[in-house]
């Protein structure tokens, strides 16, 4: 048990629709990633989000946008969605620094029509 | 830039045998490594961590790997394989830093355990 929940854990959306991917994690956890996982393939890096601030972002476009609440939950909205988004997404949680563990959600898996 | 390479995307040993799941890693920084586990369906689970201290890492579930610099390698062996540890297992790099929790993954290997 990570302590990390995600939300819905399965959806099915139509190309061109707008998706919110929801996460929430354990008290005092300040820093939030997301990750996206196709199929047979590693996560990829998404972005990361410290103190409701973006700190970092890997190779996608703008219509991956995100969002960290005070409640240490956040969001992860694509818009004009795209087959190749179909995935397992994942968001993992930590309270920072170098001994701290970060621990993964059990993700939400979507799949583009 | 930083990159991970697993050797072998699909990994069988026999019950009671040793395994070793061979990862590679490209970094232009000292950098922090990782091995997660997933099982079906599931999250990544850490098993060990690498963060410039010790060479040989122990992790959790018997697992243990050492960091060799002049190789870039950072290989994760089990002596005695057990039918839980059937899994996938990703092998991660970061950037020590505000960084050290972006991390690059490889593709990733598939173990499976015959009885």
């Known amino acids: 048990e990570t302590g990390v929940t995600q939300s819905p854990t399965h959806l099915i959306k139509t190309r061109g629709q707008q998706v919110t991917l929801r996460c929430s994690s354990q008290?005092?956890?300040?820093?939030v990633s997301w990750y996206q996982q196709a199929l047979g393939q590693g996560p990829q890096f998404i972005f990361q989000?410290?103190?409701?601030?973006?700190?970092g972002r890997g190779n996608f476009p703008p219509r991956f946008s995100g969002l960290q609440f005070p409640n240490y939950s956040s969001e992860l909205n694509v818009n004009a969605l795209e087959l190749d988004d179909s995935a397992l997404y994942l968001c993992?949680?930590?309270?920072?620094?170098?001994?701290?563990?970060?621990?993964f959600g059990p993700g939400t898996r979507l799949l583009v029509l | 830039a930083q990159s991970v390479t697993q050797l072998g995307s699909h990994v069988s040993v026999s019950e009671g045998a040793l395994v070793l799941l061979r990862c590679n890693y490209s970094s232009s920084v000292p950098p922090y490594l990782f091995w997660y586990v997933q099982y079906p369906n599931q999250g990544l689970q850490l098993l060990l961590k690498?963060?410039?201290?010790?060479?040989l890492v122990k992790g959790i579930n018997g697992f243990e790997a050492e960091f060799k610099k002049s190789e870039t390698s950072f290989h994760l062996t089990k002596p005695s394989a057990h039918m839980s540890d059937a899994a996938e297992y990703f092998c991660?790099?970061?950037?020590?830093?505000?960084?050290?929790?972006?991390?690059?993954f490889g593709k990733g290997t598939k173990l499976s355990v015959i009885p």
């Open positions: 993992a949680t930590t309270r920072g620094g170098v001994q701290e563990t970060q621990y």
């Open positions: 989000y410290y103190r409701e601030e973006e700190n």
């Open positions: 991660a790099v970061s950037e020590p830093g505000a960084g050290s929790y972006q991390l690059t």
């Open positions: 690498y963060t410039s201290a010790a060479t």
């Open positions: 008290s005092g956890h300040n820093t």
